[in-house]
């Protein structure tokens, strides 16, 4: 009845695993009492859970990441203290453990942690900085969302009961294949991947589908902020690769439960062929993460700087370049395999071109910055960073883009080095710096400035402590995925390393401070304005946070900063713009239908894991029959009354008059 479930799938005799999940639970049973006694579950339910506004659903993305960074951060620690304490020893994490670590820490850190964050940003910010209403899809979002949820749960279901996989963050066969992974781990991988895939894959579609058929009057594409740009070359991205993922992936599942080969090379397969699949979405997925952070720090750059983005047209021209020669380049992961001259060499050509769409982008910020007024503030510092961090990662990866050096890196720790030096220099760092900025806007208070300059100057220095030895261990024959090391000369600098790992501890430490102190103190933080950064884009001109209906008149744009050529209007003739005429607006009616069908797809996943073959069929017809009731729903929006909307967007006049009469009596300009 319960397949092969039993007992035994509960880690008993692995303390570790075994306490973290108890901690969790504990965690989790504690969140929950809170909210009950304090009477929290109507607001939760109506407000966050069922909701389908983009801004919510923004945040929920951002905080799933952030709760899965920590995770992935977590098992970073093990895998860089193992090593350091494991030199000619055994360490303190058994074989079979450190490989479980090793390849849950890659799967959450891009899968469930820089993915969700990423999408996040772009759900909050696209339709804000497009100046309409919602997304295109407002229900479908909320499905997305929580099918990546799902496929994030099933990730930690696996620390307490079974295993998750041991094949490293992309399961090669055949060491995936059931006859040297017969346990549940790779089950695991497989449809955490899938489900969350599928959720990405939405997601996707409604951002494409929203940036071009949803725009406000005059906001034409060559006026649209680069953010936005950014954020469709990366679902555009996810559109074309992530069904290549989910039919890679859905091979494999076939072979593992139904003794397919399409993989197995003893039986007719082939298992390059899964390498070459799955690098064909591995790569352009590196490019669905950066590219985002382009456009956040391409905001930053402008704004801080006190000028327009230098080079707009090229920026946007460098983008779609990145978009399209990043499907070409996927064949540098595996030089070594014996492609032949020709291939290599029109592959590591590819792989060098790439990196000029990245070098205008380089060049573009840092002209922005030239003869500006630049502040730096903490999303500068960060922006800052970035530059130094990025520039190195670049250089390294045109030096991996050559095969015969390749040949000689591949498989090294210099490789691990520079995939960081590129994933956190750039995604992670452009997170925090979007973060920071655009915090205030979210949730209507500043974050403390001292704490945030505390955690960057961490981070960094932590990063470059951290990172700058495995490019030393590298050049000198360390290999990757070492559970144990047997070259005490390799010691002193895994132990520098673990030293930058401390650094980077006391910076996330720094980070929470900062978050509890200003929430403490969030009135004194309080941005009125809606303003706080003297903002060039439309997002600056709601409140902070935004009402529900984001706009009480859709905004007619009317040059390439939308909302800086309001503000400089408006300081010109002293007054704002007549006030509109107020009419009802239609929202979308919120729908549980996501968290429905997150439910029941995270049940499905597990029973297909563990082989509950009657729990699967009663899970995927739930599943469906939710969608049934949903599609026959009556009513699909609900009436804003024009009253509510003047009221809101009244206390946003009065605020700005007042900060127009300051601006006035100071003599200053935006």
């Known amino acids: 009845m319960f397949g092969k479930l039993d007992l035994s799938a509960v880690p008993l005799s692995e303390p570790i695993p075994l306490i973290t999940s108890a901690v969790v639970i504990l ?59 494991a030199i000619n020893a055994e360490g303190y994490l058994p074989p079979e453990h450190y490989n479980q670590i090793f390849t849950a820490h890659g799967t959450i850190m891009i899968l469930f942690g820089a993915m969700p964050l990423v999408l996040g940003f772009i759900n909050y910010l696209v339709p804000l900085q497009l100046g309409v209403r919602d997304v295109a899809f407002p229900t479908f979002n909320s499905v997305g969302f929580w099918l990546t949820a799902s496929g994030a749960l099933l990730v930690n279901i696996s620390l307490l009961i079974g295993e998750f996989a041991r094949t490293g963050w992309l399961p090669y066969p055949p060491l995936s294949e059931t006859t040297y992974s017969p346990g549940v781990g790779v089950d695991y991988y497989l449809w955490a991947v899938q489900i969350s895939g599928i959720g990405t894959l939405i997601t996707g579609i409604n951002i494409v589908t929203t940036v071009l058929k949803m725009r406000c009057p005059g906001m034409s594409y060559l006026r649209m902020p680069v953010f936005t740009w950014t954020a469709l070359a990366s679902c555009l991205l996810i559109v074309a690769v992530f069904p290549v993922l989910t039919a890679t992936l859905a091979m494999l599942t076939l072979d593992r439960y139904v003794g397919w080969h399409y993989f197995t090379n003893t039986a007719g397969g082939n298992p390059m062929m899964f390498v070459n699949l799955i690098w064909a979405w591995g790569h352009p997925e590196v490019y669905i993460l950066i590219l985002p952070a382009f456009g956040i720090f391409s905001e930053i750059f402008s704004t801080f700087s006190g000028k327009p983005l230098f080079g707009y047209r090229s920026m946007v021209a460098a983008t779609l370049f990145i978009c399209v020669v990043s499907m070409l380049v996927w064949l540098h992961h595996f030089f070594t395999m014996g492609a032949g001259a020709a291939v290599n060499t029109f592959f590591g050509i590819s792989s060098s071109i790439i990196a000029v769409g990245t070098g205008v982008k380089i060049y573009n910020w840092i002209f922005t910055m030239y003869g500006g007024r630049v502040r730096f503030e903490v999303p500068m510092l960060w922006s800052m960073g970035f530059i130094f961090t990025f520039i190195i990662g670049g250089l390294t990866g045109v030096l991996l883009a050559i095969p015969p050096a390749d040949f000689v890196t591949h498989n090294s720790m210099f490789l691990v080095a520079h995939f960081h030096n590129v994933i956190v220099g750039g995604v992670v760092f452009g997170l925090f710096a979007g973060a920071e900025f655009w915090f205030p806007k979210a949730f209507g208070f500043r974050l403390y400035a001292g704490w945030g300059k505390v955690a960057f100057w961490c981070a960094f220095l932590g990063f470059w402590v951290t990172f700058t030895p495995l490019y030393i261990l590298g050049l000198e024959g360390m290999t990757r995925r070492l559970q144990h090391i047997n070259v005490p000369e390799w010691g002193p600098w895994l132990y520098v390393s673990v030293i930058g790992v401390a650094i980077l501890v006391v910076g996330v430490i720094a980070q929470v401070v900062q978050l509890v102190l200003s929430i403490r103190d969030r009135e004194l933080l309080r941005d009125v304005t809606g303003d706080p950064w003297d903002g060039r884009s439309l997002e600056w001109a709601t409140p902070s946070p935004p009402p529900f209906f984001n706009f009480a008149v859709m905004p007619n744009v009317e040059g390439e900063e939308a909302y800086w050529g309001i503000k400089l209007r408006a300081i010109e003739t002293q007054q704002l713009a007549p006030e509109p005429k107020y009419a009802p607006i239609e929202m979308p009616v919120h729908s549980p239908v996501g968290i429905y069908t997150a439910f029941f797809a995270t049940v499905f996943g597990f029973a297909m894991i563990w082989y509950i073959w009657w729990l699967a069929i009663v899970a995927l017809i739930a599943a469906f029959a939710g969608f049934v009731v949903f599609a026959w729903r009556d009513v699909h929006e609900f009436e804003v009354p024009a009253e509510e909307v003047a009221r809101a967007e009244r206390a946003r006049r009065a605020a700005r008059e007042a900060l127009l009469r300051r601006l006035s009596e100071e003599g200053a300009l935006p």
């Not at 989790?28 to 009950?36: D, R, Y």
């Not at 920590?70 to 860089?80: E, L, N, T």
């Open 27 to 85: 965690i989790g049973l504690g969140v929950v009492a809170l909210i009950t006694v304090r009477g929290w579950w109507p607001y939760l339910w109506h407000d966050w859970i069922t909701s389908v506004d983009h801004k919510r659903i923004g945040i929920m993305y951002c905080t799933l990441g952030l709760v899965m960074l920590i995770r992935g951060f977590a098992d970073a620690i093990m895998m860089r203290t193992q090593q350091a304490v």
